[in-house]
């Protein structure tokens, strides 16, 4: 753990959040700023820095995000509808906080590509 970074507190639990999954490896949590009406962030718990620094060992987790997401979708609505899940590396791609995370949007129609 990072303890400077923001997502390792939220992970540990020493900074409040509206978590809506969690297991050994992973917390998902709801963005405090949403922007779609299903908006739902997946960290690992482990401090990585983005997936430029994913190696073989941590496959696991990458299983975990992905599997928690697909059940969050369907918990939530979007399933059918459909959803995005993405993660940004650097800060020309968005990336503003540098704890690897993944973003589940959904409950509304996005368009191609974005921003």
Known sequence: ??????FCRIG?????AEI????DRIVAF???DPKAPTHV???PKEHITSVAELGEDHSDV???????????AR???????GWRLVTNVGPDAGQS???????????????????
Do not use: N, Y
């Open 41 to 43: 962030l997946l960290i």
């Open 12 to 16: 540990a639990r020493e900074i409040p």
């Open 20 to 23: 809506v999954r969690e297991s």
């Open 97 to 115: 906080v540098f704890h690897l995370h993944f973003h589940l949007l959904g409950g509304r129609e996005m368009g191609w590509p974005p921003g």
């Open 1 to 6: 753990m990072d303890s400077a970074c923001l």
């Open 62 to 72: 990458l299983v975990d995000i992905v599997q928690a997401a697909s059940q969050l």
């Open 30 to 32: 709801r963005d405090v």
């Open 75 to 81: 918990a939530e609505g979007i399933a059918e509808s």
